[in-house]
């Protein structure tokens, strides 16, 4: 019988241990409280930028591809895209951080309109054809631009074709 009791007294403490000292599981990624507002008192430029970004990296996007493997075409290219998933980037990441879920709500929308989803169809068939590398952009750009991209393959040579 001391047996018995020996073992189920080990089985408790083990279990308490076990609970004690197991790390906590991971919990959701907190959207801060944030000003409650959706946008600061500065929107109107930063829609203007906006605008002027996508500009920028749809002119990039449909330029020739030939101009893509020449040295200023290639900088002109990066660069454009840089330019606009660095914003897009950057945004996603402040607005929830100063505005809270409002914000990130918000932005969310002000980054998904026709234009951006076609930005992001047209680097995607970049990618995929081998004209853009991860490691050409930016650290901040380079999250975005691996999102879009993370779900496709490399089947094109760019310019090494």
């Not at 959706?38 to 920028?56: C, K, L, M, P, W």
């Not at 020739?64 to 290639?74: E, F, I, L």
């Not at 809270?100 to 932005?107: F, L, N, S, T």
């Amino acid at each position: 019988m001391n047996r018995i009791w020996l073992l189920l007294w080990a089985a408790v403490i083990w279990q308490m241990a076990a609970w004690t000292f197991a790390p906590s599981p991971p919990s959701a990624p907190q959207i801060p409280a944030g000003d409650g507002q959706a946008f600061g008192s500065n929107e109107q430029y930063a829609v203007d930028a906006r605008d002027s970004e996508r500009q920028g990296a749809l002119r990039a996007l449909e330029a020739p591809t030939g101009s893509r493997c020449t040295d200023a075409g290639r900088k002109q290219f990066i660069s454009g895209l840089n330019a606009y998933y660095y914003q897009r980037q950057n945004q996603t990441e402040r607005y929830p951080e100063i505005h809270g879920k409002a914000g990130a709500d918000y932005i969310a929308a002000q980054w998904s309109g026709p234009d951006d989803m076609r930005i992001d169809r047209l680097t995607q068939e970049a990618y995929s054809n081998g004209y853009l590398r991860l490691a050409e952009f930016e650290e901040v750009a380079r999250k975005m631009v691996a999102a879009v991209v993370e779900d496709e393959r490399v089947i094109g040579k760019g310019c090494a074709g």
